[in-house]
């Protein structure tokens, strides 16, 4: 079945199964893979995405039910927030092995869009469904800061 | 993984017999590109002109690519590799790039595995300190000889700085890639000068590490982010339990499926072969199989720990002695008994295993993986594909941790990965992916381990006797690391306690090998996850008992000058963090432990909330000889911390009645959360010693630290793991 989806901006159109969980199409179908398969339920946060502008678990967002609306993923990622917590990043050294930072990106990107300024509890809750097995989490929070700081919030 | 040889000695059999490791090994240009960070990190194969080593490619575009010889899964041999090499070759930083070397022995072997490649024990500084510095210094002397003979100048005129050749008398000067064409018909030298530490001027630095920046924009290529042309991607029904195998199975609601293409038995399970992840999963869902239970462990987890509690109460293999504990015990004036169990622990890390494999132009085959142990991988590829070793090109990827999960003595996932290409007739390119639940129900755990202490002090509150016994398994028998098992005694099961850095005269350890279907594995920092707990926890209830402060009882019983720098780090930390004693209404619990040839101590604040643990804030010193990249090691004793703590306050992984595994993803086999991770502050001891690890040793003493402040806080030490499970009971 086809549906159109809009991806960083652009109108894309996959032909997939309804049930197709998000996650799926963003990886097998339009070769996104900075977005990450973890779990598959929701629990960890790797495939965080932006559904028009919130955190959305695309492991467990059929598709059917995102056609039609805009969809950031961390390849798309950009604007002021994007670039404080990039520049925060590099300023840390943040990751680890990497694979669950998109998922602690777009999380964070959106608590900024919301929160400009966080403390450390607003980082804690905010980043709370973000897993990060090799516990990064010392630098994510102080990274995170820094870019709220940054964009002078 | 623990290295047993010691790294120094074994280094210099390894360089003898290696030959030409250090020089004049070109590589051959044609697949160069081996790792998604190639792409990411830039390094054109066709630039390449000088490629004086096997560790260093540098182009006429003046970048210098160094060859990785070690897995990069977050521990920051990339890095830390690279930085070995570009300070000796006096590149600048922003010229130097890293990519994964190939799988080839006789080139990255690691010198601490004997010469096998392979990643583990923090070994990988430690085992690449000289042989990275002597080739950035050997390609250093070329590009110098190349720039001497060009301007018609000595050799001995001639400076190198940040990535610049000058010759100052002459007012010459020049970039690398101009010399590069030269420098690769000169011969390098045999002894290249390495300098002298005070020279360093990235050694001791925290440069920025090269894979920051594609780990903040999706750019960073994983295993599962290879995608080949006409390739299905396959999941596997494993096992229902450990032991079981495939009786009969029922595929014909997973071949209505859309998208699936295929459905083969293989030896461990079933395979579901569909042109996309989402089909595969839909179509396993759909599979009914019948196992064979007949060899299959049906008995629940307590029932194995039971056994293993029964086995405590007599010795086992002897790993350590002196004195006569009996008569020591027996006269003691006061003594200690105590049992732990330490859980099976799953790794999980945050990319599931998996595995692209492709037939190549050649007839051989090209993979894809996330390999920790490219000795075995290779061959075992190459067995179940009918393949000479060479024919497999193994492509070794950036992967989503590891903590042990990877470095499989078996090499079962790529055995797996070989038979699901083979059985759907090894032309067709597959990517086999392990779901959460695949890779938390699969096995290869930490061992269900149990120990037994008994401790005596006399009147005087001297600790004057002992005596510890293990119980668990042997993830070594049967593996190509069979020769480490020696006497009846696996060294990664006794490993921290066959000695003690405590004076105790009369001392006895031994251990017991109890083996089962139930696979095991290494996992991060190994044996000492379950000796550092026990040793450190036990030591702390003797010392509260004798009326002795925990830091100043520990100074006075390391008396063995082998435990001076442990000695240190735990002066240190106590310095940082201002002793033990804590606000009201909270605690501190120190512990101190060396592992892979490390040293760290931790303090942990800790309050009681809701009856588990809150860890507000750990205080660590770290004695990893020179330090590298203290950065990196900050972080890496950062992440030790809350990989531990989230283990030991959340995490067993058990076996129902019947012996199925009873948890399936990180809803019921939680994961620390930011939420719970605590400050860390950590302190690293100024060192000329040779580098060691730090991959590991910031994991061991998190656990007793925060569970000697348990003790405070509750009364009692929590000696059935996870915490959760003995607090909350």
Known sequence: MKFTLGVNGEQRT????????????????????????????????????????????????????????????????????????RAAWAKFDTPQCGYCQSGQIMTAAALLAFTPKPADEDIDNA??????????????????????????G | MAPYDTPLASRRSF???????????????????????????????????????????IGTDNLVTVLIKHIEFGQGPFTGLATLVADELDADWSQIRAEHAPANAALYGNAAFGGMQGTGGSTAIAASFMVMRQAGAAARAMLVAAAAKAWGVPASGITVSKGVISHPASGRSGKFGEFAEAASALTPPENPILKTPDKFVYIGKSIPKLDTGMKSTGEAIFTLDVYREGMQTVVVEHPSKFGAIVASFDDAATRAVPGVVDVKKISDGVAVYARNSYAALKGRKALKVTWGEGGAETRSSDAIAQERMERVKQRGAVAG?????????????????????????????????????????????????????????????????????????????????????????????????????MAAGGQTPVKLMWTREDDIRGGYYRPLTVHRLRGGLNEAGEIVAWEQVIAGQSFLAGSPFEGMVQNGLDPTMVEGAASIPYHVPNFHCSAHIVNCPVTTLWWRSVGHTHTGYAVET????LLEKAGKDPVEGRLALMTDPKDARLAGVLRRVSEIAGGVSAPAGRARGVAAVESFNSFVAQIAEVSMQNGLPRVHKVWCAVDCGVAVNP?????????????????????????????????????????????????????????????????????????????????????????????IKELQA
């Open chain 2, 538 to 541: 036990f030591i702390d209830e």
């Open chain 1, 127 to 152: 980043l709370a469904g973000n897993i990060c097995r090799c516990a990064t989490y010392v630098r994510i929070r102080k990274a995170v800061k820094a870019a709220g700081e940054a964009l002078g």
């Open chain 2, 15 to 57: 360089l003898a017999g290696a030959g030409g490791l250090v020089i004049a090994v070109a590589l051959p240009l044609a697949g160069r590109a081996q790792s998604g960070a190639a792409a990411v990190l830039g390094g054109k194969a066709a630039e390449t002109v000088y490629a004086p080593n096997a560790f260093i490619r």
């Open chain 1, 14 to 85: 996959v032909d997939v199964e309804p049930d197709t969980p998000l996650l799926w199409v963003l990886r097998d179908e339009l070769r996104l893979t900075g977005t990450k398969f973890g779990c598959g339920v929701a629990q960890c946060g790797a495939c965080t995405v932006h559904l028009n502008g919130m955190p959305r678990r695309s492991c467990v967002t059929p598709v059917e039910s995102a056609a039609g609306q805009q969809i950031t993923t961390i390849e798309g990622l950009k604007g002021p927030e994007a670039d404080a917590l």
């Open chain 2, 321 to 421: 002695q002196q004195g006569d504990v009996d008569a020591a015990l027996g006269s003691a004036m006061t003594t200690l008994e105590a049992e732990y169990v330490f859980p099976y622990l799953a790794h999980a890390p945050m990319e599931p295993l998996d595995v692209v494999i492709e037939r190549s132009a050649d007839g051989g085959v090209e993979v894809w993986m996330g390999s920790q142990i490219q000795s075995g991988d290779q061959p075992v590829i190459a067995s179940v594909c009918g393949l000479e070793p060479t024919r497999v090109k193994l492509n070794t990827m950036l992967a989503g941790g590891s903590f042990g999960r990877r470095a499989q003595p078996t090499s079962h996932i790529a055995r797996e990965a070989a038979e699901i290409f």
């Open chain 2, 631 to 723: 950065e990196v090691i900050r972080a890496q004793m950062e992440g030790g911390i809350g990989y531990g703590l989230g283990a030991i306050l959340f995490n067993e992984l058990t076996l129902g009645e019947g012996g199925g595994v009873t948890q399936s993803n990180f809803h019921d086999y939680r994961s620390l959360r930011i939420s719970e991770m605590p400050d860390v502050e950590v302190d690293i001891i100024a060192s000329s010693e040779p580098p060691t690890g730090v991959g590991e040793p910031g994991v061991p003493p998190i656990g007793p630290a925060v569970a000697n402040a348990v003790r405070r806080l509750a009364g009692k030490t929590p000696r059935r793991l996870p915490m």
